[in-house]
């Protein structure tokens, strides 16, 4: 794969004006997973905040990422591990509560599932903690009641003229010490020095061995600008401002309009796919065979690489409860057989030939497994594939090995 690591912004990016991931985004994203492309969430929302979008992507299941607090905080979806962190220094937030009660402005910060506060009343307050499915934790001793380092302090005021003046006072004031910036009307936001999306990426790429020209970002906000165009494809939504599409290179639709699974098809995808492969059709025209009464379901397919499911019931397990040995091999044989399919040209028809396998460990009733077949040799007369079995949490159940017989149409 060209690139290995596809970091979306998420307000006015991945999710709609409703907030919600639209089906057609979510299978796209879903897909290039199983691609083998690593997903970022990249986000000023408290890790907390992203854990439920990162779990509709599946983002644990395939390795993925969550880069939080506009990048104090980079975390693993899969276990939790912080890769990459950068906080306040406790001693600072007296002196932020300081200013924030002499200018009449609300303040707060995060602690895993709780917003802390001053002003629980204060109306984006609430719809921050509502967001970001958080409760709200009031104290009138901000300071004191934040006994740890936080990734990000907000101020909070409908005043955007006394927000905007202090935010030019800190630039002045903390220059080197803390990093200072508006992200909404009424928010002032307060991180540790140094960071943003940008820093906290380029952090995690080095520590990650990823290149730069290997890296996809798509946002639409001007926080995402340095993002954007330190990847090797800076992508802006139709709904980012002129400003941010003139850094990018090039604008896909809104957030309205799918705009990142059209961004996504047509910079991953359409360079894997040489043609349309009707999934959806083909699952449905196997119902009423063996594939259908196994539960085997096609979730990709390209010339090079097929995937499907099978979900571990009554109709392919043993007695005492776990896969049979011969569905598995009946999955593998499913996969390859439509990726030959796939690769041969339109005069020439496949029929397998010999298949082997061997089986590593059990998958028990209640599991899905997925088979990921990849070609080891498309030659003219046999097609070689190898085809790896897994669990849901990824242990490799089987490794079979599928040999097809290329044949001419009279």
Known sequence: MKYKLLVLDVDGTLLNKAGEITKRTLTTLRKVQQMGVRIMLASGRPTYGLLPLAKMLELGTYEGYILSYNGGQIISAQNGEVLFERRINPEML????????????????????RIITNNASDPHIVDEA????????????????????????????????????????????????????????????????????????????DKAGIRT???????????????????GLGIAMGNAPDSVKRCVDYATLSNEEDGVAVAVEKAIISEVHLSEIPLDALNEQ???????????????????RVEATMPVDHRNRQ??????????????????????????????????????GNHISSAHEG????????????????????????????????????????????
């Open 94 to 113: 007296p002196y932020l509560e300081k200013k924030a009660k002499k200018n009449g402005f609300s303040i707060f910060t995060y602690n895993e599932n």
């Open 286 to 304: 196997a119902k009423s065979t063996l594939m259908g009464n196994l539960g085997i379901q096609y979730t990709f397919a390209s010339p090079e």
């Open 213 to 231: 020209e290997e890296v996809i970002a798509i946002g639409n906000g001007v926080a995402d600008v340095t993002m954007l165009q330190m990847a």
């Open 130 to 205: 509502f967001i970001n499915d958080m409760e709200i934790q009031q104290d009138e001793e901000f300071s004191l009641a934040v006994d740890y380092p936080p990734c990000k302090v907000v101020l909070v005021s409908d005043d955007e003229e006394s927000l905007v003046s202090l935010e030019h006072h800190w630039k002045r004031r903390l220059n080197g010490v803390l990093d200072v910036f508006r992200t909404e009307d009424f928010f002032l936001e307060v991180v540790g020095c140094g960071i943003d999306k940008a820093s906290a990426l380029a952090a995690f790429m």
């Open 367 to 410: 599991d899905t497994v997925r088979a990921v077949a990849t070609s080891v040799h498309l030659g003219r007369s046999s097609h070689v594939w190898n085809v790896d079995v897994f669990t849901s949490t990824g242990k490799l159940v089987s490794s079979v090995r599928v040999v097809n017989s290329v044949m001419k149409r009279k």
């Open 319 to 356: 007695p005492f409860g776990i896969l049979h040995g011969g569905a598995t091999l009946a999955l593998a044989e499913t996969v390859a057989g439509l990726g030959s399919m796939i690769a041969a040209k339109p005069d020439e028809f496949v029929v397998g030939m010999q298949v082997s």
